[in-house]
């Protein structure tokens, strides 16, 4: 964790990059939660991309 723009700079000045894992947390900070579902984003004609 902790890797920023200069890691990634002088990785690809070495050659391709190919991940070996990912780590995700989420902390939510505010004071109210408003979950947004597939069909809320298909009505407004959006999307997120996950790969």
Known sequence: ???DASDATVASLS???QG???TAAC???G???IPVF???LRQVGQAFCLS
Do not use: C, K, Q, V
């Open 1 to 3: 964790m902790g890797r």
């Open 15 to 17: 050659g391709g990059i």
């Open 20 to 22: 070996t894992g990912l």
């Open 27 to 29: 902390h939510f900070a």
């Open 31 to 33: 004071e109210t939660f």
């Open 38 to 40: 597939r069909n809320d």
